[in-house]
C-alpha cells in the first residue's frame, strides 16, 4: 500500500508557513495567529434559476489577515471547492499581496457550483444571489473580491451592479470589487495580466539563469485566461511554445506551435485537443515533455512528486495557484530546478487590481501602456528583490518569497500593537 501523503491547498499553505515560521524564528502566539484566518464564513444560497428550478449552493467567504489592508482575493467557482481551499488560498493571497507591495491583505471566496454546466443568464442568477448573501462581507475597507477560476469580468461586472442598484445608486461609493469590464470603471489590461505578470517573471528568471528567450522551448499546462496569455507574450517575445494542454487534453509540437491560431481553434471548438497542426497528447506529456520552461498554469496539486521525478524543464514557472505538492517541491530542488513561486509569478492579476482599486477612487482612467508598464516594473523588481534576497541567506525562491511576506506581515501586526 502506499504511504503517499496527498496535499491539498490548505495543507501545502500551512506546511509552507510552519518551515518559515521556524526560519524566521517567529514567537509561537505570532505563528499560530497567522496560522489561522481572521473570519471563515459559510453561506447557503438558494437562487431559482430561468427554469424555475429552486437551487441550494453553498458558497465560502475567508478573510486570512488583514494588517496591510483590506482582503483581497478572487471568487473561485467550481463544483469540487471546499471551506478548506479557500482558506489555504485566502492564505496564499495574504503572502501575495504582501510580497508585490500592494496595501491589501489575503482572502478568497468560493462558489460550489459548475460554471460550464449553465447558461449564461442562470450564472448571473447564481452570482447576484452570491452577492446578496455576500454583501455585509464585501467592501473597499473590508473584502474587494476580484476573478478567480471559473468567474471572469461579466460576473465582476454583476457584482458592481447587484451592490449599487440595492443602494439605489448608479454606481458603489468606492472600489467594491475588481476585475470589472472596462466600462463600467474596470481597468485596461487586467485581464491579460497575471499572464502578463507570469511571462515578465520569466524573462527576468531568463536573465538570471543565462537562458535567452528567443531560444527557449516551453510547456504550458492549462489554457484558460492565464495560460493563453503566458503563451501569448511569450511567443510575441520570440519564445517557442512546443506543448499545451488544458482540462480536455494537449497537444505537441517540437517545431513549435502558433498560439494565435491556437486560441482561434479553441474559440471555434471550446478545447485544445484536437488541434490538428500538432499531435495529440495528454496532460501528463505537457508537464513531463523535454522543454525548458514549464509553466503550470491550471490548477492546485498538479505537480506531485511522480511527476516532479520526470520533470525536464530548467525552470517552472508557476501560473497556477499552487501547483506544486511540498514533497514534489524538495524533488525539483534536488533537480536543481529553479522555480518561480506562485506568490510572486502570478501576483500581476492582484498588483493590477490594486491599480484599479486607485483608479476608482480618483475617477481617472489608465491608459494600457501605463498599467503594463507598472506591473512589469514592479513584478520585475520584486523577482529581482527576492532573488538577491534567496542568494544571499542560501534559500530557495519559495523560502525567499516566503520568509519576505511574512516578515512584512508580522512587522504589520507588530506594528498595530496588542489590542484586539
Ligand atoms: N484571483 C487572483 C489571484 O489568485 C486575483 C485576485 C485579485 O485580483 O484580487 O491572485
Not at 486570512?64 to 483590506?70: E, K, M, N, S, V
Not at 495529440?280 to 514549464?294: Q, R, S
Not at 524538495?330 to 506562485?342: N, S, V
Amino acid at each position: 500500500m502506499s504511504t503517499k501523503q496527498v496535499y491539498g491547498i490548505l495543507k501545502t499553505a500551512r506546511l509552507n508557513l510552519e518551515q518559515t515560521s521556524e526560519r524566521l524564528h517567529l514567537e509561537e502566539q505570532m505563528f499560530k495567529r497567522l496560522l489561522e484566518p481572521k473570519e471563515k464564513i459559510e453561506i447557503t444560497l438558494n437562487p431559482t434559476l430561468s427554469s424555475n428550478k429552486h437551487m441550494q449552493v453553498k458558497a465560502f467567504i475567508v478573510r486570512h489577515r488583514d494588517a496591510l489592508g483590506p482582503a483581497k482575493g478572487g471568487i473561485r467557482m467550481s463544483p469540487n471547492v471546499t471551506m478548506d481551499d479557500i482558506q489555504g488560498l485566502s492564505m496564499e493571497m495574504t503572502w501575495k499581496t504582501a510580497l508585490i507591495g500592494v496595501p491589501f491583505g489575503g482572502g478568497k471566496s468560493g462558489i460550489c457550483f459548475d460554471p460550464s454546466k449553465i447558461t449564461a443568464e442562470d450564472k448571473e442568477i447564481i452570482i447576484r444571489s452570491f452577492t446578496r448573501g455576500a454583501m455585509r462581507h464585501i467592501g473597499p475597507e473590508v473584502y474587494v473580491p476580484a476573478p478567480d477560476m471559473g468567474t471572469n469580468e461579466t460576473d465582476m461586472g454583476h457584482i458592481r451592479d447587484c451592490l449599487a442598484y440595492s443602494w439605489g445608486k448608479s454606481v458603489t461609493d468606492g472600489c467594491y470589487v475588481t476585475g470589472k469590464p472596462v466600462i463600467i470603471g474596470g481597468i485596461l489590461g487586467r485581464k491579460e495580466a497575471t499572464g502578463r505578470g507570469v511571462a515578465y517573471t520569466i524573462v527576468a528568471a531568463c536573465e538570471k539563469l543565462g537562458l535567452d528567450i528567443k531560444k527557449s522551448r516551453i510547456a504550458v499546462q492549462g489554457f484558460g485566461n492565464v495560460g493563453s496569455i503566458a503563451a501569448m507574450v511569450l511567443s510575441e517575445l520570440g519564445a517557442k511554445i512546443i506543448a499545451v494542454s488544458d482540462v480536455t487534453g494537449g497537444v505537441i509540437d517540437e517545431e513549435g506551435i502558433n498560439i494565435e491560431h491556437l486560441m482561434n481553434f479553441v474559440k471555434d471548438c471550446g478545447q485544445v485537443y484536437g488541434y490538428p497542426s500538432a499531435k495529440d497528447c495528454t496532460n501528463e506529456d505537457v508537464l513531463t515533455c523535454n522543454c525548458d520552461i514549464l509553466v503550470p498554469a491550471a490548477t492546485q496539486s498538479v505537480i506531485t512528486s511522480d511527476i516532479a521525478n520526470e520533470i525536464k524543464a530548467k525552470l517552472v514557472a508557476e501560473g497556477a495557484n499552487s501547483p506544486t505538492t511540498p514533497d514534489a517541491d524538495e524533488i525539483l530542488d534536488k533537480k536543481k530546478i529553479f522555480i518561480i513561486p506562485d506568490i510572486l509569478c502570478n501576483s500581476g492579476g492582484v498588483f493590477v487590481s490594486y491599480l484599479e482599486y486607485t483608479q476608482e477612487t480618483q475617477r481617472e482612467q489608465m491608459t494600457l501602456e501605463e498599467v503594463n508598464s507598472r506591473l512589469n516594473n514592479r513584478i520585475v523588481s520584486r523577482f529581482n528583490d527576492v532573488y538577491n534576497y534567496s542568494k544571499l541567506n542560501n534559500l530557495t525562491m519559495r523560502q525567499a518569497a516566503m520568509d519576505m511576506a511574512v516578515s512584512r506581515v508580522v512587522e504589520a501586526t507588530y506594528a498595530m500593537g496588542a489590542l484586539p
